[in-house]
């Protein structure tokens, strides 16, 4: 088991799925069935669940992730915000595939309102990465307060 020192709190984490299995009981947002979130205490999780895909962002799950975002900077109780990749990968990115490549073409910036609420959130922000972090997942790296990742 791992185990790293954070001021006085210390985080364990002997694999990275753990408690985030199928089971974990989430809300979809409006916009997508792939973003889910729950509150399980004081923090707030919202997670990429596509992952027969590689949890590939399309379209409406940046809508779902902006969603969600905004809902866990309001939340007067939420004092932490995780993102998790479901399935052995945080994100490969854009899903340019053929259903998703021309809705891509008309809003190239689609990923802005995402991103928007990220940079504004106002709680500390983990990001969870278990497996690849491509693209917007490793864009999205860099704007989040720690990222712990496994040696996978």
């Given at each position: 088991m791992n185990s790293s020192s954070y001021g006085t709190r210390t985080l364990f984490h002997s694999n990275?799925?753990?408690?985030?299995?199928?089971s974990?009981?989430?809300?979809?947002?409006?916009?997508?069935?792939e973003i889910k979130y729950e509150k399980?205490?004081?923090i707030f999780y919202i997670l990429f669940d596509r992952p027969h895909k590689k949890n590939a962002m399309t379209v409406e799950m940046y809508e779902g992730l902006a969603e969600a975002?905004?809902?866990?900077?309001?939340?007067?109780?939420?004092?932490?915000?995780?993102?998790?990749?479901?399935?052995?990968?945080f994100s490969s990115g854009n899903d340019f595939g053929p259903d998703n490549f021309e809705k891509f073409r008309k809003n190239p910036t689609n990923w802005k309102p995402f991103i928007d609420e990220l940079i504004k959130h106002e709680k500390p922000v983990i990001a969870l990465v278990d497996g690849a972090a491509i693209g917007i997942g490793c864009t999205m790296l860099?704007?989040?307060d720690h990222v712990i990742a496994s040696d996978v």
């Open positions: 990275l799925s753990f408690p985030f299995s199928r974990f009981a989430t809300q979809s947002t409006k916009a997508a069935q399980k205490g004081n975002t905004q809902k866990a900077s309001q939340d007067k109780d939420t004092i932490l915000t995780v993102f998790k990749g479901i399935g052995g990968s860099g704007l989040c």
